[in-house]
């Protein structure tokens, strides 16, 4: 695979738009096209259907691939920026199923944005979303494309010149999925192993699951989703953030996590 000479987003971000839209579609993986049927990314309604934002002199690249004109939410989101040193790093991550139906968990109900949460909670919006099935943070349904998207982005970062990438989880279960596919800690390993503690036989955070609200059912201790929610609630003193995890190009996908429940 040819290697780029641009091997930063901050050094993409710099080329001509031709150029970066035709090197940032490569994160796009082919099997979500075939799937919906899209037209591929450099044909005129591909182009449309797909939207970056990467302006000049910025380290940072924002990828949304639609499946229609004017459909709400994308396929597929990606931010991404470098790091101090120059290495790839995801910051969000996102896969939505446009047939499943939506739960406005990033927006209050006058349409201020709640940052999936983190801001601030659409309480009535979560509470359907998981009753629903559906972890912290979703608005629909994924894909179940997460293997070849990991693919995909690879790819993608092997032709940059790279041989290991970054990506900050936003919840737990997050980190516990990337776990699965081979990512490891650059920070959080402890505290991942603090809430699996907690959740275990006589843990402090079982003691927490009191059903006092609808995500803090006792049944969470068992499983990554409600976990998840319970810990978004505020099940711990604070919310999970730093939290960093890394891949190597090629590792393979593990049974091992930090976390010893099922979804």
Known sequence: MKILKESTIAGIN???????????????????????????????????????????????????????????DPLLYGHITDTISGQIHILLYVLNDP???????????????????????????????????????????????????????????????HDLYFVEPLYYHNAVIFERYGFAYQIGRRLMENIQTGFSGGGELIGKLDGSTPFRASSAAGSVRLRSWAIHDGLMEGPFT??????????????????????
């Open 14 to 72: 710099l080329l001509p738009e031709d150029e970066k839209r035709r090197i940032y579609s490569r994160s796009i993986p082919a099997e979500l096209l075939k799937r919906f049927n899209l037209p591929p990314l450099d044909s005129v309604r591909g182009n449309a259907l797909t939207q970056f934002r990467f302006s000049p002199g910025s380290s940072d690249v924002e990828i949304s691939l639609y499946s229609e004109l004017r459909f709400p």
């Open 99 to 161: 047939d499943s139906p939506r739960f406005n968990v990033d927006r209050m109900a006058d349409g201020t944005p709640t940052r999936f949460g983190t801001l601030q909670r659409n309480l009535e919006a979560e509470r359907a979303a998981l009753d629903a099935g559906l972890a912290p943070g979703q608005v629909r349904r994924g894909l179940r494309l997460l293997p070849q998207a990991i693919n995909a982005f690879e790819d993608f970062v092997t032709s940059l010149g």
């Open 242 to 263: 730093d939290v960093t995890m890394y891949k190597h190009i090629g590792q393979p996908a593990g049974l091992n996590t930090a976390a010893g429940c099922n979804w």
